[in-house]
């Protein structure tokens, strides 16, 4: 009864896409390469562009698309390239025996616990009250209107934080060239000392063993 | 009539609940940061279809701002994942037990 209300175009989009995004998902999680995995998360968000247009957010799509899809899982894979592929994560042991079991088990909990949510009443709150969606093609100037009049604290903050983890992405990849020597110097003279220096991500000298 | 948000939601609890089970069960830091992305990505779409039943656009500017913050956290991320790599080859999560007393 619910199915006739709906036309087949929209049902056979959202089945296609909901179904391409729940394989890669699952891909994601079960494939052993994670060059395989990287591929399969393109294809889940890929699939979650669609649903975007689908639901009339094409500016998010586009983001989407060429944020997610385009710049992070690029991004990984650069990672996966630089490091090598990693295939000890393969069916071996878990530290913790009872870790796969228990994953499971929360998993299905969090899923219950989301459809108890959602069958009250969870849609509680007022409708449009930062702008409304009107009309078919409005919805970038709604979106942009908003995020340059109500959000733009957040907004400028957002560019602040990009800031931040540009910074922090640069002093963490830099090569300690320059404070390997002062170090060996260093470390006959105070062998215990410096905890403050140690402290730090990647000149820990115990860590190399 | 389009597809009731729903469904939509419905998708996106399966596809989070895919995510925790990927952060709980793979040990490959890569892949577990892959997982916080599908996490993301069904919070997302949990945004989008609030935002379109009610007609607000409050929904998909949060998006907006995930999308931002996504893009910062894999940036950091990654590059700590490169620096602990740096340091030990051949590294799954349950090697990193340097903090273990």
Same mark, same amino acid.
Request: glycine share 6%.
């Given at each position: %009864? %619910? /199915? ?6 929209? /049902? ?12 890669? &998902?699952?891909?994601?999680?079960? +494939? ?6 990287? /591929? %399969? +998360? ?11 247009? #689908? ?10 698309? %060429? ?45 219950? *616990? ?6 009250? $009443? ?19 100037? *709604? +979106?942009? $209107? ?13 560019? &602040? ?24 110097? #260093? ?10 220096? #140690?402290?730090? /991500?990647?000149?820990?000298? *115990?860590?190399?063993? | ?17 895919? !995510?925790?089970?990927?952060?709980? @069960? ?22 989008? @279809? ?7 656009? =409050?929904?998909?500017? =949060? ?13 950091? !991320? ?13 590294? @799954? =999560? ?8």
């Amino acid at each position: %009864m %619910m /199915l006739a209300t709906i036309t087949t175009p929209d /049902l056979i989009v959202f089945v296609v896409s909901g179904a391409a995004a729940l394989v890669g &998902a699952l891909g994601v999680i079960t +494939l052993r390469n994670p060059v395989h995995a990287a /591929l %399969m +998360l393109v294809m889940t968000l890929f699939s979650i562009a669609v649903l975007f247009v #689908e639901e009339q957010a094409q500016f998010l799509a586009a983001v989407q698309v %060429m944020v997610y899809a385009g710049a992070i899982v690029v991004l990984f894979l650069f990672v996966i390239m630089l490091l090598g592929v990693d295939h000890s994560d393969s069916g071996a042991r878990d530290a913790i025996r009872w870790q796969r079991p228990v994953a499971f088990v929360s998993a299905v909990l969090i899923l219950l *616990e989301v459809s108890v949510l959602a069958r009250t $009443r969870w849609a509680t709150g007022a409708h449009s009250t930062t702008a409304k969606l009107t009309g078919s093609g409005a919805h970038v100037s *709604e +979106l942009a $209107r908003s995020v340059f009049t109500t959000y733009l604290a957040p907004f400028e903050a957002t560019s &602040a934080l990009l800031i931040i983890a540009v910074v922090g992405a640069v002093v963490l990849s830099r090569t300690s060239r320059n404070r390997s020597p002062v170090r060996e110097t #260093e470390r006959p003279e105070s062998v215990g000392g410096s905890g403050a220096e #140690e402290a730090t /991500l990647g000149s820990t000298p *115990e860590v190399r063993s | 009539m389009s597809v009731p948000g729903s469904w939509y939601l419905i998708l996106a609890a399966v596809l989070f609940s895919i !995510g925790v089970v990927g952060i709980l @069960t793979r040990r490959n830091v890569l892949v577990m940061f892959m997982c916080v992305e599908l996490m993301l990505n069904a919070v997302n779409l949990t945004f989008v @279809t609030f935002s379109r039943m009610l007609n607000d656009v =409050a929904g998909q500017v =949060a998006v907006f701002f995930v999308l931002v913050v996504a893009a910062a956290e894999v940036v950091v !991320g990654l590059g700590l994942i490169v620096a602990i790599f740096r340091r030990k080859a051949n590294v @799954t =999560a349950d090697d990193l037990d340097i903090l273990k007393g």
